[in-house]
């Protein structure tokens, strides 16, 4: 569990690095180590559902900014393969007010 991107529902690659590390850790699997999207990702997507459900009519310029702004970090960023800069440049296309809102609201 926990390997979907709540905010895309994405789950592929995901599963595939979840693959590589259980296959890397096969003889521990008694110990069951649990795969887990990271603390800033989890993060980002509960700021962004908060953003969909309380304001979805902003989502359609949302979405064009989010695949125009920046389209070389958008597909590491929702892959989860973002780096701090990539990620910090596709926030920052986002509108500030209602994301900004969002995370103090949290």
Wanted: glycine share 6%; net charge positive; aromatic share 12%.
């Amino acid at each position: 569990g926990g390997m979907i991107r709540q905010s895309t529902g994405s789950a592929f690659l995901n599963i595939q690095a979840h693959s590589r590390h259980l296959a890397s850790r096969i003889n521990e699997l008694p110990s069951r180590t649990k795969f887990q999207i990271s603390r800033r990702y989890r993060t980002l997507d509960k700021i962004f559902l908060k953003v969909l459900k309380e304001q979805p009519y902003l989502m359609p310029s949302i979405f064009e900014r989010f695949f125009t702004g920046n389209p070389n970090a958008a597909i590491p960023f929702l892959s989860n393969c973002g780096n701090l800069r990539g990620d910090f440049t596709m926030v920052m296309t986002m509108p500030k007010r209602p994301f900004l809102r969002a995370w103090v609201g949290w």
